[in-house]
């Protein structure tokens, strides 16, 4: 039996998830503390995570809530066998799995009133609740709260702008 087109869609969202939350542990782990823009600072897995929100809503909508749940745990497990620091694979774990609940009571209810709206807002209070759960236990502080809004705001910005223009290409 072959794969499906919907099939090949989800695996690949699976995968480009799992590859954000892995990118993000990496980046921290391997550049630690780097600057954003207008003197704030934050981990570096900021600009991964910052994506990984769009791709969670494009993988919500393609194949449901639980094929999240289970990108982030790939990405997860992952992430605990390469990384030098499995605090941040554990805290990462959390602060996604939570903030996806949040995601979804988000993203459902607003997504019949356009894909933008709904992937905008989602992505706003779900990486807000995502930097605080990450912060306080990756680092036991919110200092670099700033950094990490910003961060996952110039991702969640261009993330929407290329899916948007990808959307309407056609």
């Known amino acids: 039996m072959g794969l499906t087109n919907q099939g090949v869609v989800v695996g690949s969202l699976v995968i480009i998830f799992a590859l954000t939350v892995i990118g993000a542990n990496w980046a921290l782990s391997t550049f630690g503390i780097i600057p954003i823009g207008f003197g704030i600072i934050a981990p570096a897995g900021v600009l991964f995570a910052g ?28 992430s605990w066998f390469l990384e030098d620091a499995q605090q941040f694979a554990i805290a990462s774990a959390i602060a996604f799995s939570a903030s996806e609940l949040l995601d979804f009571a988000i993203y459902s209810p607003l997504r019949q009133r356009g894909w933008v709206r ?35 705001a110039y991702m969640t910005i261009i993330a929407i702008a290329l899916m948007w223009l990808w959307r309407r290409r056609g």
Do not use: C, Y
């Not at 999240?68 to 992952?78: E, K, P, S």
């Open 51 to 78: 994506l990984a929100f769009t791709f969670r809503d494009l993988l919500h909508e393609s194949g449901g809530r639980w094929w999240v749940f289970a990108a982030i745990a790939i990405g997860t497990t992952l």
């Open 118 to 152: 709904a992937v905008a807002l989602s992505n706003a209070g779900g990486f807000t609740l995502d930097s605080v759960l990450f912060l306080w236990l990756a680092f036991g502080s919110l200092a670099f709260m700033p950094g990490q809004l910003l961060g996952k």
